[in-house]
């Protein structure tokens, strides 16, 4: 049996939702990281930075470009040792066409050789966009496999693409 561990960066707090902005209390890529967690019964973590983001939505959007502009890694409230698993899918919102930061900062945090990691983002529209580029670059000797775009405004009604796409990733 695969060790599995899903670990996950989610925003709550204010969000733009299919054209407007409105506040959420749970984070689009948490519910579709408690579903995987639900259909495989891996492990979680979520990746959270040290201080919060703000919760305004404008105010967030320009700290991320900040950080993404400083190439930042900032300070994580917890750590995780990967080494007992065997999969790591990894859970993000597209920020600016890549990872939040903190994403950054936790796959630098640990190590990842020899590891499969399955790329799970959610986006309004521009997918995975650099991120899987940027997780090889961070994790030269993991094994970046084929990852999943869901839209974070569908994300309550996504288990059929999560599931379709755990089995295909023989996951499930
Ligand atoms: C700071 C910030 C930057 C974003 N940049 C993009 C983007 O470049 N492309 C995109 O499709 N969606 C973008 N979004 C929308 C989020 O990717 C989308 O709403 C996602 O599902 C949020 O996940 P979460 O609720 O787990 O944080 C951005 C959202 C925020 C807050």
């Given at each position: 049996?695969?060790?599995?561990?899903?670990?996950?960066?989610?925003?709550?707090?204010?969000?733009?939702?299919?054209?407007k902005?409105?506040?959420?209390?749970?984070g689009?890529?948490?519910?579709?990281?408690?579903k995987?967690?639900?259909?495989?019964?891996?492990?979680?973590?979520?990746?959270?930075?040290?201080?919060?983001?703000?919760?305004?939505?404008?105010?967030?959007?320009?700290?991320?470009r900040?950080?993404?502009?400083?190439d930042?890694?900032?300070?994580?409230?917890?750590?995780?040792?990967?080494?007992?698993?065997?999969?790591?899918?990894?859970?993000?919102?597209?920020?600016?066409?890549?990872?939040?930061?903190?994403?950054?900062?936790?796959?630098?945090?640990?190590?990842?050789?020899?590891?499969?990691?399955?790329?799970?983002?959610?986006?309004?529209?521009?997918?995975?966009?650099?991120?899987?580029?940027?997780?090889?670059?961070?994790?030269?000797?993991?094994?970046?496999?084929?990852?999943?775009?869901?839209?974070g405004?569908?994300?309550?009604?996504?288990?059929?693409?999560?599931?379709?796409?755990?089995?295909?990733?023989?996951?499930?």
């Amino acid at each position: 049996m695969k060790k599995i561990l899903t670990a996950y960066f989610s925003h709550s707090g204010e969000n733009y939702f299919s054209g407007k902005i409105i506040k959420i209390e749970e984070g689009n890529t948490a519910i579709v990281a408690k579903k995987i967690a639900a259909m495989t019964g891996c492990d979680l973590f979520e990746i959270k930075r040290a201080e919060p983001y703000p919760e305004k939505y404008t105010d967030c959007v320009k700290e991320s470009r900040e950080e993404l502009k400083a190439d930042a890694r900032p300070k994580l409230s917890e750590y995780k040792d990967v080494s007992g698993y065997d999969v790591v899918i990894l859970g993000y919102p597209n920020w600016c066409g890549t990872m939040p930061m903190p994403v950054f900062a936790f796959l630098e945090s640990t190590n990842f050789d020899g590891k499969k990691i399955f790329p799970l983002c959610t986006n309004e529209g521009s997918g995975l966009a650099r991120s899987v580029d940027d997780i090889k670059k961070l994790c030269p000797n993991a094994d970046v496999c084929e990852g999943l775009s869901v839209k974070g405004s569908q994300a309550k009604e996504s288990d059929d693409t999560v599931r379709e796409w755990l089995k295909k990733s023989a996951l499930l």
